[in-house]
């Protein structure tokens, strides 16, 4: 599984996915993740750099890290 299918919640339950996440893009992790555990990582990435969250390069950067652990 790839990260772009990966569920949030089953990208939230592994501690690297997290200690990326936190790492690159602290900003991601104040939100209530929790309301979006059944969507895809793909999806809420898409989200938040298209509403400036997180830029774009950030988010390639979080996508290739996580698949390299995947």
Known sequence: ???RHLT???CFAN???VAIIKEL???????PIKLFNKKTCGEIFD???S???VP???ARAIES???AIL
């Open 15 to 17: 501690e690297k996915c």
């Open 51 to 53: 509403k400036k969250i």
């Open 65 to 67: 890290k996580i698949n």
């Open 25 to 31: 893009a602290p900003q991601i992790m104040k939100y």
């Open 8 to 10: 949030v919640k089953d």
């Open 1 to 3: 599984m790839d990260f």
């Open 56 to 58: 774009e390069e950030i």
């Open 47 to 49: 989200l938040v750099v």
